[in-house]
């Protein structure tokens, strides 16, 4: 069972890096976006995640859209996407992909 919920988290991750800060043309996996993935014993789905400003323009779509894309994941049960401000986003959380592809490295 601890298996299947490793396979369900990378099938997650796999998700959220097809979603993207409409501003950024990186994936929110990369700029770093997403604090925490988990998946519980009855493969229900937690996400903690960030946004780079209380006042990013996707506030109000990119969380129902990580939530609407996990859902669609054979095996999930329910999903969870919470929104936090702490610690706050800032541009050291990237991955070096995310600084790569935005010309920083």
């Given amino acids: 069972m601890e298996n299947q919920g490793a396979d369900l988290k ?7 890096k097809t979603c993207y800060d409409p501003e950024i043309p990186v994936n929110i996996y990369e700029l770093g976006l997403i604090y925490d993935v988990n998946v519980d014993e009855a493969n229900n789905a937690y996400v903690k995640m960030t946004l780079t400003s209380p006042a990013c323009p996707a506030a109000g779509t990119l969380p129902g859209e990580v939530e609407d894309k996990i859902r ?6 329910d999903v969870r996407v919470d929104v936090v401000w702490e610690p706050p986003w800032n541009p050291d959380m990237m991955s070096d992909v995310a600084r790569y592809e935005l010309g920083m490295m």
């Fill in 10 to 16: 990378e099938q997650i991750i796999g998700v959220l």
């Fill in 72 to 77: 669609t994941l054979p095996g999930t049960k």
